[in-house]
Nanobody, 129 residues
Framework: QVQLVESGGGSVQAGGSLRLSCVIS??????????MGWFRRAPGKEREGVAA???????TYADSVKGRFTISQDNRKNTLYLQMNNLKPEDTAMYYC?????????????????????WGQGTQVTVSS
């Protein structure tokens, strides 16, 4: 059973940084076929894609975070990261990591939450002005 556990959220002032982590377990024999993503949901808003990585390491980002956020992974630690710099109040949301296995979807498709089957419980990020 694949499990995803996020951590690293918190409260910061605008301009600050946070690094979110997502530890992945239960997919030892499928990791090479994994596509990963970070999503967020702000109060009163729809869930949106923030960043995604396909199974060959290519990445894509939402326009609102390009140049500020970086998705990466450390397969030795079975961990996905989201480095968030120059945070803005509009980045305030619950952040979720997600995984899917199999297939080779276009990167743009990985910004759609419906593409992902496995989800973490989320970690809250709050940015004050």
């Amino acid at each position: 059973q694949v499990q995803l556990v996020e951590s690293g959220g918190g409260s910061v002032q605008a301009g600050g940084s946070l690094r979110l982590s997502c530890v992945i377990s239960g997919d030892t024999y499928s990791r090479s076929r994994a596509c990963m993503g970070w999503f967020r949901r702000a109060p009163g808003k729809e869930r949106e894609g923030v960043a995604a990585m396909d199974n060959i390491g290519s990445t894509t980002y939402a326009d609102s975070v390009k140049g500020r956020f970086t998705i990466s992974q450390d397969n030795r630690k079975n961990t996905l990261y989201l480095q968030m710099n120059n945070l803005k109040p509009e980045d305030t949301a619950m952040y979720y990591c997600a995984a899917k296995y199999g297939g080779s979807p276009p990167l743009t498709d990985l910004m759609a939450w419906s593409r992902f089957r496995y989800w973490g419980q989320g970690t809250q990020v709050t940015v004050s002005s």
